[in-house]
């Protein structure tokens, strides 16, 4: 049975600082996906990983993928109180659409 | 645009009642998505539909029915609904396969059941 874990699951942060969201899967993939969810909004696509190796950045989120380690990690870089969210990354288990989610990590950037 | 939408948005049921959520797109995508959203536990695909008229399980389709009749419209019904089916309930779409899979998400049906 696919597994997608994330850790860690909270997460406090100072603004500036740097920290890094890691999204491991138990199968062969190599299709990843990270979505942001405001609290009570929906989810909003924030990056598309297709192959190993693939590295996508936007603003101060950076993603990228491993497929060998089954491995994808979200960089923050100097957090700011807009990027507070719930992240998730999802793995596309057979390469047709049908996604597994994990669990999130619900970050606070505290001023 | 108005992307995806989902009707109801909110809704309390008593056990054994039925219902049908409805959800709509205009971006003329062939995929279609029922998710629900538990806290803690992420997003779980409940059935989804990869053209007009086909349907697929997903993680957990038990008690759940499903129907694409149309291309823009997918519709999920409870014929029995159980407390243990209380969440919060998303529609998604996507383009193709060829289009990798980004799927673009509604606002969200919150489902209470007594």
């Known amino acids: 049975e696919l597994k997608v874990e994330q850790n860690p699951l909270f997460l406090s942060m100072q603004e500036g600082k740097n920290y890094t969201i890691y999204c491991n899967y138990s199968?062969?993939?190599?299709?990843l996906y990270w979505y942001r969810q405001d609290p009570g909004k929906s989810l909003e696509s924030l990056f598309v990983?297709?192959?190993?190796?693939a590295v996508k950045q936007e603003g101060r989120l950076m993603a990228s993928l491993d497929t060998k380690a089954r491995l994808s990690t979200l960089h923050i870089t100097a957090a700011v109180h807009d990027l507070s969210a719930t992240y998730f990354c999802?793995?596309?288990?057979?390469?047709?659409?049908?996604?597994?989610f994990g669990a999130g990590t619900r970050l606070t950037v505290k001023p | 645009n108005a992307g995806v939408t989902q009707t109801p948005k909110f809704r309390v049921l008593k056990t054994g009642q039925s219902m049908t959520l409805l959800c709509a797109q205009d971006?003329?995508?062939?995929?279609m998505y029922w998710y629900r959203q538990d806290p803690g536990m992420g997003l779980r695909l409940i059935h989804y539909?990869?053209?007009?008229?086909?349907?697929a399980k997903g993680e957990v389709p038990d008690g759940y029915n499903v129907s694409r009749l149309k291309k823009q419209n997918f519709l999920l019904g409870l014929e029995s609904a159980a407390p243990s089916q209380t969440s919060v309930y998303f529609c998604?779409?996507?383009?193709?396969?060829?289009?990798?899979?980004?799927?673009?998400f509604g606002p969200g049906t919150r489902l209470t059941v007594t």
């Open positions: 998604a779409s996507s383009p193709t396969l060829a289009s990798l899979g980004e799927q673009y």
């Open positions: 199968t062969t993939s190599d299709r």
């Open positions: 990983l297709l192959s190993n190796g």
């Open positions: 999802a793995v596309d288990k057979y390469n047709n659409n049908d996604m597994r």
């Open positions: 971006m003329n995508h062939e995929y």
């Open positions: 539909s990869v053209g007009e008229g086909t349907t």
